[in-house]
């Protein structure tokens, strides 16, 4: 075999591996709660009537910071000059649906000072219900992978 040849050979191989690597390094999110052969879609039971509650009460409440789309703030994960979060994504992007129903009631209703975010508390504003209609419409808007992710550490969580 030329020397050439074995070079391109070992220069070949390098790059496949290195092109592996950069691959298992994205990992899927519900990976992160349990294997993905492990996890089966969890089928959503969307009330309609909810959702359009959920949808009008997030874009009076909640769009101005978080996004019309949910989309959040771009650098949400760095702190800001007044060494507070910006507001996170909420459409499954982000951190948000690590959290269980609970703990997300919690922080819209108690706001997240304590944790170093802007968020207000909302508990003068809105009813228990109206949270859980925004929650229900902000859980709607992740893909089905989040949202098995999301359901299954929220299932473990009660």
Known sequence: MNLKLIVLILLSSGLLVACNDEGKEKKSPVAEIKPAAEIKTVERNIDPVQYTRGARLYQL???????????????????????????????????????PTKVLVNLIKNGT????????????????????DILSWIKAQWSDEIYTAWYTNDQGSK
């Not at 409440?61 to 910006?86: F, I, L, Q, V």
């Open 113 to 132: 000072a304590k944790i170093g975010g802007k968020m207000p508390a909302w508990k003068d504003k809105l009813s228990e219900q109206e949270i859980h």
């Open 61 to 99: 409440n909640c769009a101005k910071c978080h996004g019309k789309n949910a989309e959040g703030t771009p650098s949400w994960r760095m702190t800001e000059n007044d060494g507070m979060y910006p507001p996170p994504p909420l459409n499954g992007t982000g951190h948000t649906w690590h959290h």
